[in-house]
C-alpha cells in the first residue's frame, strides 16, 4: 500500500463552514463501493486520516479500508470521485486487492475513535465518541468535528443521523497508543491541562487509557511528578506497582518529600526498601525521617523543606532566600522563620511584611517573636483548630529543642480532613475555556 498525501487544510472557518458537504462515518460505514464501470467491489468498513505531529490542521481522511471478497483492501483518497451517504464512487474499474496493512501514524475511524474515548481539552474529562464528521473542504475530506452526546433512540433503536450536538475535533486530545506521530507531539494538547486535571482523568480511565495518559506525562518528569501527588493514593499505588522499581525511584525523586514518604508507605513491604535505595540521598534523608511520623500528625503531614534567615539578616537578605527556594511549595513560602546560630526557632515574619518594608530594616524588627509552633507529635485536629483560630496558612514544627524540623500547610490539613467519601464523589462541572488550538464549536445538529 503506498502512502497517499492530501493537501494540508489550514483554514478552520471552511471546515467548519455550514457550505461544505458534511457526512458522518456511521452514514458512510457499509455503504458500497462503486467503481467507474458501475459495478459494485465492495462495502466501506472504515475510513483512514493521518495525526500528523506537530500540525494543527484537520486529520485529512487519506483512504478508505474496504471489504472485497472477505478481505479488507486499501483504497486511497485519490481514486475516490464521490462520497455519500449512499455509495463511494471511484475513478477506475479495479482496486488493489493487497490486504490492507497499518502504517504508523494512521488513524481508523471507526476502529480507533468510534466507541472510544478521548480527551476533551476544555472541559478536563474523559468523553465517548459517539460519531465522527467528515467535511468536504474542497482539497479532500477531512476529520472536523465529534459527536459526543450518545444519539436519541426510539423503540430501542438509534434514531438516523442528527439530533445531537457535535463539536470541532480540535477540542479533544485522542488515546491512539499506536499512532506514533501523535505521541511524538510534546504533550499534545494535555499540555494546557493542570496536574489535577490529569490526575482526575487517571482516575477516570480504564487500563488502556491510563496507560495512554502515563506515555504522555512520563515525557517530562517534572508534570508526572506533579500528576502523582494529585493521585488519589489508592489509584497512584496501582500505578506505581505495575512500574519497575526504577521508575518508581525516578517518579518519587521528584515528588515533595511528604507526598513520596506516602507512596513508599503504601507500596509492598518488599518493595519499599529497594525503592529508598534508589532515591537521592537527600530525598531518601527526608522520606525516611517522615516516615517515622504517624500520618495523622504534625511529623506526618509536614514538609521537612523549610525556609529560614539568621536574626542578622534584612528584610531584602530574607527575599533573597525565598526567591532561591524555587524547589519549595509555594505555600511553604509565605511564612520565613528565623533562626538563632544554634538552630532554635526565634519568630517568623510573612513574605508580605518583608516586601513592604525597607530592604534593609533588620528581620528582627519584623519578627513575630511568639508564633504559633506545634511538636510532630501533635495530631491532625490540633493542628487544624489551631490554623483555623489564628488565622494561618502554615505552622512551623518544631522539636524539644524548639529547632524547626518542617512546616504544615493549610493545603496539607485540608487534604488530610476532606472525608474519603467526598473524594469519591462527582467533581463540580469546570468552567470551559477557550483553547488556543482549540476553539470549541457548539452545534445544534450535524453539518
Known sequence: MSEEVIPPVGDAAAARGSSRPVIHLSDLLGRPVVAKSGD?????EDAIVRLRGGDDAYPPVTGLAVGVGGRRVYVSAQLVTALTQEQVLLSKNKVDLRTFERRDGEVLLREDVLDHRLIDVAAAELVHAYDVELVDTGAGWVLARLD????????????????????????????????????????????????????????????REGGEILDRIHRDPELEADVFEELDPDKATKILEDMTDVEVAGVLARMRADDAADAVADLRQSRRRKVLDLLPAGQRTKVITLMGFNPATAGGLMSVDVASCPTTATAGQALSVIAEARSMQPDA???????????????????????????????????DTDPVRVTPE?????????????????VPVVDERDHVVGVVTFDDVLEATIPEDWRRREPAPRPQRDLDTAHVGQGTGHG
Open 40 to 44: 459494485v467491489v465492495g462495502r466501506v
Open 148 to 207: 459526543t452526546r450518545r444519539p436519541a433512540r426510539f423503540f430501542g433503536l438509534v434514531k438516523s443521523s442528527g439530533g445531537h450536538a457535535s463539536r470541532d475535533w480540535k477540542a479533544f486530545e485522542p488515546l491512539i497508543g499506536h499512532a506514533r506521530s501523535v505521541l511524538e507531539r510534546s504533550g499534545g494538547r494535555m499540555s494546557a491541562l493542570k496536574p489535577a486535571e490529569i490526575a482526575d482523568l487517571l482516575e477516570d480511565a480504564d487500563k
Open 333 to 367: 513560602l509565605l511564612k520565613l522563620h528565623a533562626v538563632a546560630d544554634g538552630g532554635e526557632l526565634v519568630g517568623v515574619v510573612s513574605v508580605i511584611r518583608l516586601v513592604q518594608a525597607h530592604p534593609a530594616t533588620p528581620v528582627t524588627d519584623l519578627l
Open 378 to 394: 501533635a495530631d491532625l485536629t490540633d493542628v487544624a483548630l489551631l490554623m483555623a483560630d489564628y488565622n494561618l496558612v502554615a
